[in-house]
């Protein structure tokens, strides 16, 4: 069965650093979301991409966030300068196009920042 | 504002238990419901969805919801838990007929004694 996957599991980096998480969606999937968890909190929207540009964005992503799809198969997310507050658990998530109605949302399997 | 309240935090039950998680939500249009299990070290997972027809839906696992559109609600229940049930349940809501984000609840820890 397709699973989206992401890289790496488990990344540290020093505050201010620039990070890039990268994620493989579901090949025939169109839409693209990054979600973040802080420990102990509830999942959180960030952003979601379609068409090679950003659908909607919450509040959390800030100018210090961009995302890209730069090669037709990766769906990257990056930070541009680490905070502390960053640490967190960020999941991407891949859906199938407009024109299905209710389309499952596929989570994977995160890739825990930690910035020390 | 788009919201879901997930009624209790933490859960303790003895195997062989009942189990029902409340959810309420709030959203002006139409919507898909869903509840997701994290396991511990692991990854999110579907258990159950809601997106129309019988507003009782059977997910994995022997567990189920029941979509109440006037309560606004979307309980998650099983008959008598299991050890390996134990996780983190998140129920979830996001708007009809679009790719659109998904709202999460807070949350709910189910720790299920042997």
């Known amino acids: 069965e397709p699973e989206v996957t992401q890289t790496p599991s488990h990344q540290v980096t020093q505050m201010g650093q620039e990070v890039i998480l990268r994620c493989v969606p579901i090949?025939?999937?169109?839409?693209f979301y990054w979600y973040r968890q802080i420990l102990g909190q509830k999942v959180e929207f960030l952003v979601s991409?379609?068409?090679?540009?950003?659908?909607?964005k919450s509040e959390i992503f800030d100018d210090q966030f961009s995302v890209e799809r730069p090669d037709g198969s990766n769906f990257t997310l990056k930070i541009r300068s680490t905070k502390l507050e960053d640490s967190a658990m960020y999941f991407c998530?891949?859906?199938?196009?407009?024109?299905?109605?209710?389309?499952?949302?596929?989570f994977g399997p995160g890739t825990r920042l930690t910035v020390l | 504002a788009q919201s879901v309240s997930q009624h209790n935090h933490h859960v303790i039950l003895s195997e062989a238990a009942s189990l029902e998680l409340g959810c309420n939500y709030s959203?002006?249009?139409?919507?898909?419901l869903f509840w997701y299990v994290q396991y511990p070290g692991q990854h999110l997972q579907l258990l159950l969805k809601?997106?129309?027809?019988?507003?009782l839906v059977k997910g994995i696992k022997g567990f189920e919801a029941e979509f109440i559109k006037s309560k606004f609600s979307f309980n998650l229940r099983k008959p008598s838990v299991q050890w390996s049930d134990t996780a983190e349940y998140f129920c979830?809501?996001?708007?009809?007929?679009?790719?659109?984000?998904?709202?999460f609840g807070k949350g709910t820890r189910l720790h299920i004694l042997p």
């Open positions: 998530a891949s859906s199938r196009d407009l024109g299905l109605a209710d389309n499952e949302q596929f």
């Open positions: 090949s025939n999937h169109l839409y």
């Open positions: 991409f379609y068409n090679n540009e950003i659908s909607e």
């Open positions: 959203y002006g249009g139409t919507v898909n």
């Open positions: 809601y997106f129309s027809g019988d507003p």
């Open positions: 979830a809501v996001n708007e009809k007929n679009r790719d659109d984000k998904i709202i």
